[in-house]
């Protein structure tokens, strides 16, 4: 698996744009086709050792491995469920830990990528939420992630056609508009169609609502949008998910009207988690289809997903399914019920690292008593 250590004081060379790599290669005295071949070897094969490219004087492998690796990120742990969901905690070069979600269904496999070390936006039925935020993740971060999942499911190499692995969604654990370059510089070389070329309608942005964002996310990303909606007054967003404070509903369902590229056939997902007698009464479902008639939208329907201590309760299924009958037929728009998946490896946003710390402070208290002990 990955070397990449804390002590390992060489860069990452995943994680590089066409621009950088064509920069590093000229910096390095190499030709022009130099950043083509390499970029190959990282982005379309996915090579994890310098040998392995061997179009490449030997002497040029000797003086990328001295300045660069080609590890992914750590993997802490790795559970599969039941249901075929694969959710790992991964260990970041400065130690820090964020988690990654493989949701296998009948047509597609989703790969849920993290986007920041917990989360500054403390929306209360979301267990990062009660994680304070630490820090972006840099570019190699991000796709480090893809890659390496690509590298767990054996991906590279297979034809399209047979892979596993067919979209990303930016919903793992932090806001992707509070890391905005970052997030684009990745998935710009996720959807890169000479790499590993997803594309654009298979990579889906989700934000809580950071609406000075969402233009430029539009244009200069350009991938499928998601917006945590998840109620339909501001009094009660404001409570779930205070980011509404800021920019409440009208502003935000302004932006996703003005959102690039947004028509018909590549419509807004507004995603909706549902809180038992917090946002799922029938005025809500009617409200919710009114708010969204003039939008391209789909709904998807997320049953909460609960965490020890948290204060919400999953609506009950009939209330669900009423819901979605409100919300489809008077809003004419597909709302689907996201099933709930990797229940028994507490897929849920955030649970995995949770655990971890408890462990580790777990340990750190029991070290603390043996040394106070001798
Ligand atoms: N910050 C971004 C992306 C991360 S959250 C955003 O807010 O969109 C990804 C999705 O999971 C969001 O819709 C979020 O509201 C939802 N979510 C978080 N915790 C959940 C839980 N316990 N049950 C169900 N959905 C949850």
Redesign the pocket.
């Known amino acids: 698996m990955s070397t990449s250590t804390a002590s390992d004081a060489r860069q990452p060379l995943v994680g590089l744009g066409r621009a950088e790599l064509s920069a590093l290669f000229a910096e390095m005295g190499e030709p022009k086709f130099r950043a083509k071949q390499v970029w190959s070897w990282l982005y379309a094969h996915g090579v994890t050792d310098f040998e392995a490219m061997t179009n490449l004087s030997k002497p040029f492998r000797a003086r990328l491995q001295d300045r660069f690796t080609l590890a992914r990120p750590d993997i802490v742990t790795e559970l599969a469920s039941t249901d075929g969901t694969i959710k790992w905690l991964l260990r970041l070069p400065d130690g820090n830990e964020v988690e990654m979600v493989f949701i296998p269904e009948e047509d597609r496999g989703t790969l849920c990528v993290s986007s920041q070390v917990g989360?500054t936006?403390t929306?209360k039925?979301?267990?990062?939420g009660t994680q304070r935020l630490v820090r972006n993740l840099g570019p190699y971060e991000i796709l480090g992630q893809v890659m390496l999942a690509r590298d767990r499911l054996g991906e590279w190499g297979r034809k399209e056609e047979k892979r596993r692995l067919t979209n990303i969604v930016?919903?793992?654990?932090?806001?992707?508009l509070y890391n905005f370059e970052n997030v684009r510089d990745a998935l710009l070389v996720a959807m890169d169609g000479d790499g590993i070329g997803f594309s654009k309608r298979k990579v889906t942005l989700?934000?809580?609502g950071v609406v000075p964002m969402m233009e430029r996310a539009g244009d200069e990303i350009g991938c499928s949008l998601?917006v945590?909606l998840?109620a339909t007054t501001d009094e009660v967003r404001n409570e779930i998910v205070p980011l509404n404070k800021k920019y409440p509903i009208a502003e935000l369902l302004d932006a996703c009207r003005r959102y690039p590229g947004v028509h018909n056939a590549r419509r807004i997902t507004f995603?909706y988690?549902m809180l038992d007698g917090v946002n799922d009464s029938d005025a809500d479902a009617r409200r919710l289809a009114r708010l969204l008639k003039d939008i391209p939208s789909k709904v998807n329907l997320?049953p909460?997903?609960?965490?020890p201590g948290?204060a919400y309760v999953r609506s009950p299924d009939e209330r669900i399914l009423k819901f979605q009958d409100i919300v489809a037929n008077e809003g004419l728009m597909p709302a689907p019920i996201r099933r709930p998946r990797g229940e028994d490896i507490m897929a849920?946003?955030g649970q995995l690292k949770s655990a971890s710390q408890k462990l580790k402070r777990a340990d750190r208290d029991r070290l603390a008593a043996e040394a106070s002990a001798a």
């Open positions: 989360c936006l929306c039925f979301c267990h990062t930016m919903m793992g654990m932090g806001e992707p989700s934000t809580a998601a945590s998840h995603e988690v997320i909460f997903n609960p965490w948290s849920a946003c």
